[in-house]
Antibody, heavy 121, light 113 residues
């Protein structure tokens, strides 16, 4: 079955960087994009961006595009999201997600368990 | 960007009663070639990731109980829980996947009255 397993919680100081991983299993990794969504404490869902696992093409949220980098390692079936120059308002649970099927790569059908990133001095 | 607006922000319904949530998009999410709206509904319980309930505005995801239904087209959509159960207490989000960036509604918290 499809599984997305994310790395554990992280605590960083303002200005630092964090890299969250998302290991996929149960399907052909290069067949589906990986999308990242974040959720600040008690708040709604915010799209961070997505990366093609096939050719590495990326599409980032405009407000984050100068600080975020999404990559993939096809040899291990793992996607990564790195966020630099962290600020307190980056504190959130970060989710990776996969499309439901091959018909629409924007329809998110499978989600990781989430990774809490806390930015605090 | 397409702005998604949900109402109400919260909703308290008696067990067995109907709950209806509305979602409006700032522009149409209807894909003309298929006549399907690219609108999804998610359910999120505390400490869990969102769970896909409905896509293409009215198609239930596999395993989702029949009491959940979606309706609407273009820019105006509803999610209905026909007979609220205790396990349906959650926050519900609509989301358009018509175009990037993906955008979500602000969420509706459903509770038991």
């Amino acid at each position: 079955q499809v599984q997305l397993v994310q790395s554990g919680a992280e605590v960083r100081k303002p200005g630092a960087s964090v890299k969250v991983s998302c290991k996929a299993s149960g399907y052909t990794f290069t067949g589906y994009t990986i999308t990242w969504v974040r959720q600040a404490p008690g708040q709604g869902l915010e799209w961070v961006g997505r990366v093609s696992t096939y050719n590495g093409n990326r599409d980032y949220a405009q407000k984050l595009q100068d600080r975020v980098t999404m990559t993939t390692d096809t040899s291990t079936g793992t996607a990564y999201m790195e966020l630099r120059r962290l600020r307190s308002d980056d504190t959130a649970v970060y989710y990776c997600a996969r499309p439901l099927d091959g018909q629409n790569h924007l329809l998110l059908g499978y989600w990781g368990q989430g990774t809490l990133v806390t930015v605090s001095s | 960007d397409i702005v998604m607006t949900q109402s109400p922000d919260s909703l308290a319904v008696s067990l067995g009663e109907r709950a209806t949530i509305n979602c409006k998009s700032s522009q149409s999410v209807l894909y003309s070639s298929t006549n399907k709206s690219f609108l999804a509904w998610f359910q999120q319980k505390p400490g869990q990731p969102p769970k896909l309930l409905i896509y293409r505005a009215s198609t239930r995801e596999s395993g989702v109980p029949g009491r959940f239904s979606g309706s609407g087209s273009g820019t105006d959509f509803d999610l209905t829980i026909s007979s609220l159960q205790a396990e349906d207490v959650a926050i519900y989000y609509c989301q358009q996947y018509y175009s990037s960036p993906l955008t979500f509604g602000g969420g509706t918290k459903v509770e038991i009255k």
